[in-house]
C-alpha cells in the first residue's frame, strides 16, 4: 500500500483532498474525535488504499486503514467509530472514537433526451440538488426559454455520442438517464454510455423496447457485464404514469443506488 505521511505545508490535507476530488477519485477522511493526544489529526485513505496524513499512532494508521473500504462500501457519508468496533486488540487507556467521512465528486444527473420525461426529470434532478445536464438533438427542446430560473446545463447535440461522452466525463459520481425519442436516439446514446463507469445507467421504454436495444448492444460488442449494469426498464415500480411520476420514480432509484438504499417500503416490518 503506497503511504504518504506527515505531509508538508506545501501540501496541506486540503489540497491532498482537494486532488482527490479533482481526478474523481471516492475516499474517506479520518479523523480523531477522542481518545488520543492528536485530537484532530487526519488520515485520508482512497478506494484503493492509498493513504496520506496520519492519526498520529502508527499501528493505528495500519488497523484503520482495511476499515475505510468497509465504510465507503456502505454508501454513508459520516458516522462516528469506535476504534474497539473494528479493532478490539487495539487497547488504551480511554475509548477512542474516530469520524468517518466521504469524499466522493459531487452527484450529476445526465438526462439524454429533453421530452417530457427528460425535462421533468431534469427539474427534478436539479431540485434535489444534482448537477445535471439535459441533452437533445432538438436545440427547440433545450432552449434556456424552457428552463428559466432552472440550474441545468443545457446542451444542443450535433452528434449525440460525442455529447454524451463529454457531458459523462470519467463516470465518477454521475447518473445517466436515457429518455429519447426513439430506438435510434436510445441506442446512440447507451452506445456512448456503455463504454463509461457511470455509477448509473438507466433506460426508458418497456421491457420489449429496451430488450431491443439491449440485444442490439450485445451484438454491437458489449459485454454481459457491461449490459447486466444497465436499469432497463428505468425507475422504481410506483405505478408511475405522468412525465412527473416517471421523473420521480426514476431519480428515487437513482437516489436508492448512490445511498444504499433498498427502494422498499419503509413501514413494511410493520406489515410482516
Known sequence: MDNERGQSPSQPMTKVISQLLDRGSIGVVITVMTG????????????????WGSLGNDELDLLVSPHAREFL????????IAVKEFAPEFSTKQEILLLF???????????????????ALARLGSFVGYQTTLIDDRAEFVNPSRFVNERIELVAAVDWADAVRQAIGNGKGVAV???????????ECMRAVIGTHSDYIGLIGSKR???IVIDNLRRGGASEDQLK???APIGLDIGAVSPEEVALAIIAEIVAGRRGGRGGSLS????G
Do not use: F, Y
Open 101 to 119: 467521512e466521504r469524499l466522493q465528486p459531487p452527484a450529476r444527473l445526465v438526462v439524454c433526451g429533453a421530452g417530457h420525461v427528460g425535462a
Open 268 to 271: 413494511a416490518w410493520r406489515r
Open 36 to 51: 488520543l493526544e492528536t485530537i484532530g489529526a487526519k488520515l485520508v485513505v482512497d478506494e484503493a488504499g492509498q493513504t
Open 209 to 211: 423496447r429496451t430488450n
Open 229 to 231: 449494469n444497465i436499469r
Open 177 to 187: 438517464a436515457v429518455v429519447t425519442r426513439g430506438h435510434n436516439e436510445d441506442e
Open 73 to 80: 462500501n456502505s454508501k454513508r457519508d459520516t458516522r462516528t
